[in-house]
């Protein structure tokens, strides 16, 4: 029996199971020089928002024990520009695309959803509705019930045909469970776990915060055993929401952790900016783990550390 | 603009000799070391397999050699100041790194042989000798300055300064050379040596007050410049300054792909901390 690595993602349907993570590869185009995009599961671009944004300002990044913190704020061109030169970039380079869209309003992903239509290349979109780097942290989608789900239904009602929906969410809230929940009843086909953590680092020599704009997302195998947590919690729950699960995964074994406690599919984010290759490398190790391990497809493993076992 | 020259090597260190407050590094790289141009930097994983600190460490090229009894070779100039370039310093000769090279924008060459003077802050001297030998071998008349805090703190390696017709120094406790910063010295060394270009690498004040006087003299300044980065590949978006384009319009660029080498006049210095007003997408 051939091992079958394919991953159904919500519907998406991947020759493998390993992603970029949004905000994590670029246009695509500047990982391309070091590996065929057509090689992983699906690119995962950055958040793209109606208008162009320059950004926060600088310094924007500081390393932390195991992760980074990072205040970007969703600089991107914006929704125009994308389309007309990213998308079709990414089509003609073989890349499955999953495009991440974000917003300021309701509005704003409503607009983004009709956008989304009938795109050469898009198996889905990820609704990022938990970003931490924004004006108003009252405005973080994700962190309450009822904004979630206004901005998956917008989503919901404006995208048509099959596109899946992959809602991503915040682990700054009390009950991640709750808001997957919401997003699900709203028509998310599945939730991708988890954004950054915000948090801070004080330069001591400044005696200020280091980041430009005080906190920051912190990502990176710092973050883990968090994500591990929260894609195991969705999954004991609502074990029919696939997952898409991400948080520090640097290799093989971390992504085999994602798959064991349910996601469907994983993104690769911070261990890119340490190593080009990274996405590579997990899909090659996670390929080996789950054939050394004696699983005859990816399927098998999904969820596999929920499983009763004798005392 | 995405460089298409980049790869990621194993790259063994041949030698890591200490030179002042700085570390001279010698690596064999193969091939690639020919696609090297001054200017050009690389970027290294740090801290080994289990290591905690997850991103890369950028270090400009100090010279690039296409073929030795090593093979192609690359030169950095490393100041052990952090957790990340004192790991990279520890490493002795056979041990191996991750090395992704060469990336950013190389020093720009013109076409007709000019008059150049080469402005170093710190460590930041390291790719302005393979510069200069460059310069010099297509007729340009090559002038440098140096500068630091402390002499020792200053890198001018004897075998850097035979491209070079005047090598001036300064630090700010007059411990060697002149005593004051570069751009006390400036202005005389472009009247009198009739500079047409002032090529420069160091940190970003003294690239902002090179570039007040190279305005004043309306003089062309390519300078490198010093951002912090996460990934120097184009990704992570963390490396960004305000640059102005050839449309008026300002935008974040990156420096690892926009840069390092960048010119002068374009970039709007000063703002750390701030987004300046009018920029796209503010």
Redesign the interface.
């Known amino acids: 029996m051939t091992f079958s690595f394919a991953a159904d993602l919500a519907g998406a349907k991947l020759p493998n199971p390993i992603l970029t993570a949004s905000?994590?590869?670029?246009s695509g185009?500047?990982?391309s020089?070091?590996f065929k995009l057509s090689e992983i599961g699906a690119v995962v671009t950055k958040s793209i928002m109606i208008?162009?944004?320059?950004?926060?300002?600088?310094?924007?990044?500081a390393?932390t024990?195991?992760?980074?913190l990072?205040s970007?704020g969703l600089?991107?061109?914006?929704v125009d520009y994308f389309l007309e030169n990213d998308i079709p970039w990414l089509a003609a380079n073989g890349a499955r695309t999953i495009v991440s869209i974000a917003g300021e309003t309701v509005e704003d992903y409503a607009v983004l959803a009709r956008r989304m239509r009938n795109l050469p290349g898009v198996v889905g979109l990820e609704v990022n509705i938990s970003c931490p780097n924004v004006e108003n942290r009252g405005m973080v989608f994700s962190c309450h019930p009822e904004t979630a789900r206004a901005a998956i239904e917008a989503v919901r009602r404006n995208i048509g045909g099959e596109l899946p929906i992959i809602a991503k969410l915040s682990p700054d809230v009390t009950d991640i469970l709750g808001i997957a929940r919401e997003v699900s009843n709203a028509g998310a086909d599945g939730v991708a776990l988890i954004n950054t953590l915000l948090g801070m680092v004080i330069d001591t020599n400044l005696m200020l915060p280091k980041l430009?704009q005080k906190t920051g997302g912190l990502s990176?195998?710092a973050i883990r055993p968090v994500a591990v947590r929260a894609v195991y919690q969705v999954r004991a729950a609502l074990p029919q929401l696939p997952i898409l699960g991400m948080g520090g995964i640097?290799n093989g074994r971390d992504a085999f952790e994602f798959i064991l406690a349910g996601a469907s599919a994983v993104s690769i984010g911070?261990?890119?900016?340490?190593?080009?290759?990274a996405v590579i490398k997990v899909r090659d190790e996670l390929s080996a783990i789950l054939q050394e391990r004696g699983f005859d497809s990816l399927s098998d493993a999904i969820g596999f550390a929920h499983r009763e076992v004798q005392a | 603009m995405?460089?298409?020259r980049?790869a990621?090597i194993n790259a063994e260190l041949i030698s890591n000799k200490r030179v002042g407050s700085y570390h001279h590094m010698v690596f064999s790289v193969g091939d690639i070391a020919s696609q090297a141009k001054p200017g050009n930097f690389v970027a290294i994983?740090v801290g080994g397999e289990s290591s905690?600190?997850?991103?890369?460490r950028a270090f400009a090229i100090y010279r690039s050699t296409e073929r030795g009894v090593n093979g192609g070779l690359v030169e950095l100039v490393v100041a052990p100041q952090g957790q990340g370039s004192r790991w990279l310093t520890s490493l002795e000769a056979h041990d191996v790194v991750?090395m992704?090279l060469p990336l950013g924008t190389h020093f720009g060459i013109p076409t007709e042989p000019v008059r150049a003077l080469l402005v170093g802050g710190g460590y930041g001297s390291a790719p302005l000798f393979g510069l200069a030998e460059l310069l010099k071998s297509r007729g340009c008349r090559v002038d440098m300055v140096l500068g630091a805090s402390t002499a020792a703190k200053i890198y001018a390696p004897l075998e850097g300064k035979r491209s070079v017709s005047s090598l001036t120094l300064t630090t700010d406790d007059g411990t060697a050379g002149i005593a004051g910063q570069i751009t006390d010295v400036l202005p005389k060394l472009i009247e009198e040596n009739e500079i047409e270009i002032v090529y420069s690498c160091g940190p970003m004040g003294m690239l902002q007050a090179i570039t007040a006087v190279t305005d004043r003299y309306q003089i062309m300044h390519q300078c490198a410049v010093e951002?912090?980065m996460?990934?120097g590949?184009?990704?992570?978006?963390?490396?960004?300054?305000p640059v102005t384009g050839d449309d008026g319009v300002t935008?974040?660029l990156r420096s690892c792909?926009d840069g390092p080498v960048m010119d002068g006049s374009r970039v709007v210095w000063d703002?750390?901390?701030?987004?300046p007003e009018g920029?796209?997408?503010?």
Do not use: H, Y
Request: glycine letters at 12%; charged letters at 15%; proline letters at 7%.
């Open positions: 905000g994590c590869a670029g185009k500047e990982l020089q070091f208008k162009p944004r320059s950004g926060r300002a600088t310094p924007r990044m390393e024990p195991s992760g980074m990072n970007i600089q991107g061109p914006g430009a990176g195998p640097t911070t261990a890119t900016f340490g190593n080009p290759t | 995405i460089s298409t980049a990621q994983s905690s600190m997850v991103l890369r991750d992704v951002e912090a996460a990934c590949i184009g990704v992570c978006m963390t490396c960004v300054l935008r974040m792909i703002s750390k901390r701030k987004i920029t796209f997408g503010a």
